[in-house]
């Protein structure tokens, strides 16, 4: 991941997780899940667990047999997955830090890998795939999602227009990042290029529903690098978090807060045509 769009450090992973994974995260998770089908024997990867959403969702739903890694990048994420209640009664799960573009693991070692809005942070989107196509065996599936673009998810262009509003010049670029990786052609070019066929490409609205305008706008400020990234130009997060608490309250109530959102839901399999 580039820049400081990476540094889920501190209470970032909490905050992220209390403020936005309900809201955001939980929802598409459900439907990414729901799309990995594998035999009882098989093994999955998951790629950017993040505070393992997903990865609780893959070990509910596939056999208990079905080996089940989980990966992220940054190790306070890991660590604060680790932590969650309920993790500790779950089936075995492997826990390792790994970057997507260089994964630590033999060629051909999984039948399935999982990413949910990871691949627009890797700044190296060739290698990802490629490392995806490598380390999963022929036929293997690819299953993961990306935010859509702004004009399709209020809450985050919102976000991005109400924090830019607060810097003269050098505005942190964060939401850019997310919301930017979402052109079908170039996905599906990608994909094709590193080796995947049976390329399907679904967008999936649904609904945003967070406990009030505050909640999502302190998730959205202090869950997330961002929060990093202002600080280190001066200015307090707190008067932020009102502006955007003021902005979405306007657009879809102040409690509850409702809104829409889109993704592009992508499913592949590696070296089928």
Not at 61 to 70: I, M, W
Not at 230 to 236: D, P, Y
Not at 243 to 265: D, I, M, Q
Request: hydrophobic letters at 45%; proline letters at 7%; glycine letters at 8%.
């Amino acid at each position: 991941m580039s820049e400081g769009n990476a540094r889920f450090l501190g209470t970032i992973p909490e905050l992220y997780d209390r403020h936005l994974g309900p809201v955001v995260f939980e929802p598409y998770a459900a439907d990414l899940v729901r799309r990995v089908a594998v035999d009882p024997g098989a093994s999955v990867l998951e790629v950017a667990c993040g505070t393992g959403i997903v990865t609780r969702h893959l070990r509910q739903g596939l056999p208990a047999t079905v080996k089940l890694t989980a990966t992220d990048l940054n190790q306070p994420m890991i660590d604060y997955a680790r932590s969650k209640p309920g993790f500790d009664a779950l089936e075995p799960i492997e826990w390792r830090t790994a970057d997507a573009a260089a994964l630590p693991f033999p060629a051909a070692s999984f039948d399935a890998l999982v990413c949910q809005f990871g691949f627009m942070f890797v700044p190296d989107k060739d290698a990802a795939f490629r490392e995806a196509r490598r380390v999963l065996k022929g036929g293997g599936l690819l299953a993961f999602n990306v935010w859509d673009s702004l004009a399709h998810n209020p809450f985050g262009r919102i976000a991005h227009e109400i924090i830019s509003g607060f810097f003269a010049a050098d505005a942190p670029n964060f939401y850019q990042i997310p919301f930017g990786f979402h052109d079908p052609d170039v996905l599906r070019r990608l994909l094709e290029a590193n080796g995947f066929g049976k390329i399907e490409l679904d967008h999936v609205a649904l609904g945003v529903r967070s406990a009030s305008a505050k909640s999502l706008a302190t998730g959205l400020v202090k869950g997330n690098p961002v929060a990093i990234a202002i600080q280190e130009r001066g200015t307090a997060l707190e008067p932020i978090i009102d502006a955007l608490e003021a902005a979405f309250a306007k657009s879809g109530g102040a409690e509850p807060f409702r809104s829409t959102t889109r993704a592009v839901v992508v499913t592949a399999r590696a070296g089928v045509r």
